[in-house]
């Protein structure tokens, strides 16, 4: 683990706070080529919460303390770029042209509003700032009036909706947003709001009878219409609700392992492939590989998943967060360039990307900083 973390400080930080930000923006780039340079497509508003998240994070550990400066320009120029506000309400565009800040795509995604409630965490915590709190506070009141289903539950993906079909994806993120908010703010209504999140995991997302968290939904939770994402299931995501739950369990003693026992070991016990990679997509009915390729982060996913199964007592969980350590460099790290990654992979190992994305990195950053609660 101590290698893994001193890549992320010594080679990953520094790269994408250099090359992997725009100073005259005032915000971080989207992509970079195979040989790193940036490349110029629409910057979501979710990557730019994901980085502000990792610098703020990195400038509190004293792991890369520059990073402070970074982050909060960056919340600025997400602020001034992406950002309707209003006296009781703020929501975020979904994507702006990194050239002059146009608005290029207006939509609002429930996805993007996670994450920029868990970057003001984080930037929260470093600088005090209670005027980030009072901007948690308009963009919870926009994802309770615009992005809430208030006849069935749970969250639209977005709003204009292209469909009426539910994730669970949106879902999870919002609970990490709002652990996260807890931990920064105590006291704020923000572990209420996760506890309404994990009731909605046991009563729609988990399958108790299949053991199982399925990805896709109708609009009234039920299966969703089509049969190709009816049993579609993610062992990534399986390691990611696993973590989750732990540090669900750790604020507020409310036990979960009933939950994170059976998920861990069924993406365990399924998701991995002969040499350890893990799957993109299984399917729930049987666990039959739906999708044999490799995304960097659900290895990522994992380690965090096995730091929580080693808290609870599980014996083999430290190995194999050890286990996953080595793949992410044997097969995903430090290329094409030191500091970046092969986000992609495809059965045998080919490069399934033609671009270094910056959206990885909080996967990176955050799964570095739970390894070292395994050995220290």
Same mark, same amino acid.
């Given at each position: #683990?101590?290698? %893994?973390?001193?890549?992320?400080?010594?080679?990953?930080? *520094?790269?994408?706070? =250099?090359?992997?930000?725009?100073?005259?923006?005032?915000?971080?780039?989207?992509?970079?080529?195979?040989? &790193?340079?940036? $490349?110029?497509?629409?910057?979501?508003?979710?990557?730019?919460?994901?980085?502000? %998240?990792?610098?703020? +994070?990195?400038?509190?550990?004293?792991?890369?303390?520059?990073?402070?400066?970074?982050?909060?320009?960056?919340?600025?120029?997400?602020?001034?770029?992406?950002?309707?506000?209003? =006296?009781?309400?703020?929501?975020?565009?979904?994507?702006?042209? *990194?050239?002059?800040?146009?608005?290029?795509?207006?939509?609002?995604?429930?996805?993007?509003?996670?994450?920029?409630?868990? =970057? $003001?965490?984080?930037? %929260?915590?470093?600088?005090?700032?209670?005027?980030?709190?009072?901007?948690?506070?308009? !963009?919870?009141?926009?994802?309770?009036?615009?992005?809430?289903?208030?006849?069935?539950?749970?969250?639209?993906?977005?709003?204009?909706?292209?469909?009426?079909?539910?994730?669970?994806?949106?879902?999870?993120?919002?609970?990490? /947003?709002? $652990?996260?908010?807890?931990?920064?703010? *105590?006291?704020? &209504?923000?572990?209420?709001?996760?506890?309404?999140?994990?009731?909605?995991?046991?009563?729609?997302?988990?399958?108790?009878?299949?053991?199982?968290?399925?990805?896709?939904?109708?609009?009234?939770?039920?299966?969703?219409?089509?049969?190709?994402?009816?049993?579609?299931?993610?062992?990534?995501?399986?390691?990611?609700?696993?973590?989750?739950?732990?540090? %669900?369990?750790?604020?507020?003693?409310?036990?979960?392992?009933?939950?994170?026992?059976?998920?861990?070991? #069924?993406?365990?016990? +399924?998701?991995?492939?002969?040499?350890?990679? !893990?799957?993109?997509?299984?399917?729930?009915?049987?666990? =039959?590989?739906?999708?044999?390729?490799?995304?960097?982060?659900? +290895?990522?996913?994992? $380690?965090?998943?096995?730091?929580?199964?080693?808290?609870?007592?599980?014996?083999?969980?430290?190995? #194999? /967060?050890?286990?996953?350590?080595?793949?992410?460099?044997?097969?995903?790290?430090?290329?094409?360039?030191?500091?970046?990654?092969?986000?992609?992979?495809?059965?045998?190992?080919? *490069?399934?990307?033609?671009?270094?994305?910056?959206?990885?990195?909080? +996967?990176?950053?955050?799964?570095?900083?739970?390894?070292?609660?395994?050995?220290?």
């Amino acid at each position: #683990m101590t290698r %893994y973390c001193d890549w992320i400080v010594d080679r990953a930080l *520094p790269l994408w706070a =250099s090359r992997g930000f725009d100073a005259g923006a005032g915000r971080f780039r989207e992509r970079l080529t195979l040989s &790193g340079e940036p $490349i110029d497509v629409p910057h979501r508003a979710m990557v730019q919460a994901r980085q502000i %998240y990792v610098f703020a +994070h990195a400038a509190e550990l004293g792991w890369f303390p520059q990073g402070g400066p970074l982050a909060e320009v960056a919340m600025a120029s997400l602020r001034r770029d992406f950002c309707a506000e209003a =006296s009781d309400q703020a929501s975020f565009a979904f994507s702006i042209h *990194p050239a002059g800040g146009r608005v290029a795509s207006p939509v609002r995604d429930a996805y993007a509003h996670a994450f920029v409630l868990f =970057s $003001i965490a984080a930037l %929260y915590r470093l600088n005090g700032d209670h005027r980030l709190l009072d901007l948690a506070d308009r !963009i919870v009141n926009f994802i309770d009036m615009d992005l809430a289903d208030r006849t069935h539950g749970g969250l639209h993906d977005c709003v204009p909706a292209a469909s009426g079909s539910k994730r669970q994806n949106p879902h999870m993120h919002l609970l990490e /947003a709002y $652990i996260f908010l807890e931990k920064a703010a *105590p006291g704020h &209504g923000y572990i209420e709001r996760a506890a309404d999140l994990v009731a909605l995991f046991e009563r729609c997302l988990f399958k108790a009878d299949r053991q199982v968290l399925l990805e896709h939904f109708s609009p009234d939770w039920s299966a969703h219409p089509d049969p190709a994402r009816t049993t579609t299931v993610e062992p990534g995501h399986h390691f990611e609700w696993v973590w989750l739950l732990g540090e %669900y369990t750790r604020l507020t003693g409310i036990a979960t392992a009933h939950w994170t026992g059976p998920l861990f070991d #069924m993406a365990r016990r +399924h998701g991995l492939s002969d040499t350890g990679l !893990i799957f993109d997509e299984l399917a729930a009915a049987d666990r =039959s590989v739906l999708k044999n390729a490799h995304r960097l982060w659900p +290895h990522t996913e994992a $380690i965090k998943a096995a730091a929580t199964r080693h808290a609870d007592g599980d014996a083999g969980a430290a190995a #194999m /967060a050890g286990d996953m350590t080595a793949i992410l460099f044997d097969r995903f790290l430090d290329r094409p360039f030191p500091g970046g990654w092969i986000d992609h992979i495809d059965a045998g190992g080919a *490069p399934l990307v033609d671009h270094v994305p910056a959206s990885s990195l909080y +996967h990176l950053f955050l799964a570095a900083t739970v390894a070292q609660t395994i050995h220290g």
